[in-house]
């Protein structure tokens, strides 16, 4: 198992910067890739970014040079540094690690909130 905690939403107007973080425990040897998704109210969880065991990363669209994606595999953390945020941006923001065997974990969310 893998357990995962969120850390760093919060409420920013519309052209500032968030910077979220998750930090993997418990069978850390087992992960393949972490990322981050999204869920708006009323909308689908959707892919935000991800990060491989080889540091190749990948983003949605809508995110692609504003968001970027980071991590440390010495220190199980992945951080998602969010820049030029827009109000759709605005949902719960959910860590997640795949492992190499197929399995996803999740954190528990995190509310990020664009808003002037």
């Known amino acids: 198992q893998v357990q995962l905690v969120e850390s760093g939403g919060g409420l920013v107007q519309p052209g500032g910067s968030l910077t979220l973080s998750c930090v993997a425990s418990?069978?850390?040897?087992?992960?393949?890739?972490m990322g981050w998704y999204r869920q708006a109210p009323g909308k689908q969880r959707e892919l935000v970014a991800t990060?491989?065991?080889?540091?190749?990363?990948t983003y949605a669209d809508s995110v692609r040079g504003r968001f970027t994606i980071s991590g440390t595999n010495a220190a199980n953390t992945v951080i998602l540094q969010m820049d030029s945020l827009k109000p759709e941006d605005t949902a719960v923001y959910f860590c997640?690690?795949?492992?190499?065997?197929?399995?996803?974990?999740w954190g528990q969310g995190t509310q990020v909130t664009i808003s002037s």
């Open positions: 990060i491989g065991s080889d540091e190749s990363s």
């Open positions: 997640n690690a795949v492992a190499w065997y197929g399995l996803h974990f």
């Open positions: 418990g069978n850390v040897a087992s992960i393949n890739s």
